[in-house]
């Protein structure tokens, strides 16, 4: 799904603060589009641009949704019926590596 400038930004925030392993991701997206703005019409105007970066932006969405769903406490399946199985063992593995480096600090 496309973000707009302003989602970007969001995301930027999101990753800094809630899943810092993926914020890399987004600085990179960021960065893009920023560049993408600089030599052309524009990341809303320019489609070939923006698009390139089509599959960050789904896997980056797929994140913010899964951990706004474990915050709701959604279960497993609910979690496979947004992301499908792999992301939702890749998520789970960063949760609990999260989980844990709070509980040692």
């Known amino acids: 799904m496309w973000m707009n400038e302003g989602e970007i930004e969001q995301m930027l925030e999101f990753t800094r603060y809630e899943a810092p392993e993926f914020a890399p991701y987004a600085r990179y997206l960021s960065d893009w589009m920023d560049v993408v703005n600089d030599n052309s019409d524009g990341w809303a105007y320019w489609k070939a641009g923006s698009g390139a970066a089509g599959k960050l932006m789904d896997a980056l969405q797929a994140l913010r949704d899964l951990a ?27 949760t609990d590596g999260a989980d844990a480096r709070r509980r040692a600090a």
Request: net charge positive.
């Open 68 to 94: 706004t769903l474990r915050r709701r406490g959604a279960g497993r399946g609910r979690f496979q019926e947004v992301a499908g199985p792999d992301q939702v063992l890749r998520y789970e593995a960063w």
